[in-house]
């Protein structure tokens, strides 16, 4: 069994947590590449205002996604069809902070997501309690002293996000 890992980032500027985002866009792709029907479940956890929809902004369009990112606050989640050599791979960016019980997240029918290749982008994932399959990589913004300022701790686990770890 694979033991979980942990990086902390300190990103002092928006461009920084940029960089980060899209380094693991590139590194996301690598695992695509060598195995196109992957699947992977990352979590983006912090408090409301931490960055949560700018990191997954930056990471969907360092996945190679040209338009506009938008938040899935009010439509709980935001496809984006993307192509990775030829391959094409679906990003679902959730947005759970509206949901009001767990079974909201089971009545939406988005379970099947999580069981075709591509990625499962989950903002707010503690809203949806014990009802989603495991993260991959669970990624805790918190936000610094100044505006842009952010502390970002990446957790992974399994073989898959640990990969990522070292790849960015």
Known sequence: MTQSQTQIKHCRQESETATLAQGLGKAIAKIWAANPSAHLNLALEGDLG???TTFARFLIQGLGHTGKVKSPTYTLCEPYLIELDQNPVTIHHF???RMR????W???????YFDVP???L???PEKAENT?????????LTAGDIESERVITLNANGAAGTQLLEQI
Do not use: H, M, N, T
Request: glycine content about 10%; hydrophobic content about 45%; charged content about 25%.
């Open 106 to 112: 089971q009545e939406a029918g988005f379970a099947e």
């Open 118 to 120: 591509g990625l499962c």
């Open 132 to 140: 989603l399959p495991p993260f991959d990589l669970v990624i805790r």
């Open 101 to 104: 019980s767990p079974l909201e």
């Open 50 to 52: 931490a960055g949560k």
């Open 95 to 97: 947005d759970l902070y």
């Open 122 to 124: 989950i903002e707010w």
